[in-house]
């Protein structure tokens, strides 16, 4: 399946053309994705959410001749068996419509959107409410198709909000995410981790991969023995950009181990001592199980989604 980066001004127009109809489509886990979509009296696409929700292929007779001749103009169709597909998906969140990656999502350069995003994106507005002005500078670190930074962009329309990816086609989404939602104060920059974007921030944001994949796609794959690499890494470079009085605002996986924690235990040592003010809770006690099928896994009990809030109380090497 090919992927590449979408025309962006196109898919712009495409995706206010589908919002114009109503279209709306909540995103499942991989797993409620493939049930639904082997159920063979709906093989063919009939409707809107079958095209640009499900990825079934489609006769252009499906859709409206103005949203097929976007989708062209914007290069997200595909020739499937006789048919079309789209190369995109388009889902709801807080009101919004947002691009990502079609289903499946198996290339490295695959935009992921789907629970965990619905998730995060409630962990970000819960702690941006009630903040008034709200912080000046934010940057979500591995934005993705952008939810975080938009979010935070609109929530907050004076601050200047980055949104940071190692993946071009995630900043290329991002960036008609913003424009679709009006967003205007987000800037989306290739960076891996912090690299190449200079300052502090009033709140470090993010969203991880934290899963581990045997093929190691850049999308899903968080490093190391259970996957907390990257987590743990976004929390260093985050830690230290944090302006006093910042936060830092972690949603990941967790994987238990014989009723353990080996993530809690390895960000207690990392945050000891460090000027920060930091709670770590689970929002979801058991998500991905069908992950624990991977031999990675073998000695795992569940996968728990997990929010850390971290705040700089102090400039600790100041004292």
């Avoid at 987000?186 to 974007?197: E, K, P, R, W, Y």
């Avoid at 045997?214 to 470079?237: F, N, T």
């Avoid at 000891?272 to 930091?278: I, Q, S, T």
Wanted: glycine letters at 10%; aromatic letters at 8%.
């Amino acid at each position: 399946m090919q992927t590449g980066v979408p025309a962006e001004e196109p898919l712009v127009r495409l995706i206010r053309a589908v919002a114009a109809t109503g279209y709306t489509f909540t995103t499942t886990t991989p797993a409620t994705h493939a049930r639904v979509y082997q159920r063979t009296a709906h093989a063919r696409a009939r409707t809107l959410r079958d095209v640009f929700g499900w990825s079934r292929p489609f006769d252009p007779g499906v859709l409206p001749p103005e949203v097929f001749d976007l989708m062209k103009a914007a290069d997200v169709l595909e020739p499937r068996d006789g048919l079309w597909a789209s190369r995109i998906r388009l889902s709801t969140l807080d009101g919004q419509l947002y691009a990502h990656s079609a289903y499946p999502t198996v290339q490295d350069d695959s935009v992921f959107f789907g629970p965990d995003t619905y998730r995060y994106a409630d962990a970000v507005k819960q702690h941006l409410a009630g903040r008034g002005a709200g912080p000046a500078r934010m940057v979500d670190v591995g934005c993705g198709a952008g939810p975080g930074a938009i979010l935070a962009g609109l929530a907050v329309p004076g601050a200047e909000i980055v949104a940071v990816d190692i993946n071009d086609r995630a900043l290329a989404l991002t960036r008609v995410n913003a424009a679709v939602a009006g967003a205007a104060n987000v800037q989306a920059c290739h960076s891996n981790l912090l690299d190449g974007v200079d300052g502090e921030f009033d709140l470090v944001m993010s969203n991880p991969p934290y899963l581990v994949d045997p093929h190691a796609r850049a999308y899903r794959h968080g490093g190391g023995p259970l996957g907390a690499e990257l987590s743990l890494a976004i929390i260093d470079a985050g830690r230290r950009r944090l302006k006093p009085g910042g936060s830092l605002l972690l949603y990941t996986g967790a994987a238990m181990v014989d009723g353990t924690d080996p993530f809690l235990a390895a960000v207690s040592d990392m945050l000891a001592d460090g000027g920060l003010a930091w709670r770590y809770r689970e929002l979801d006690p058991d998500i991905f199980g069908e992950e624990l099928s991977n031999p990675a896994y073998a000695e795992c009990d569940r996968i728990a989604a997990v929010l850390l809030t971290a705040t700089r109380v102090y400039d600790a090497e100041a004292g």
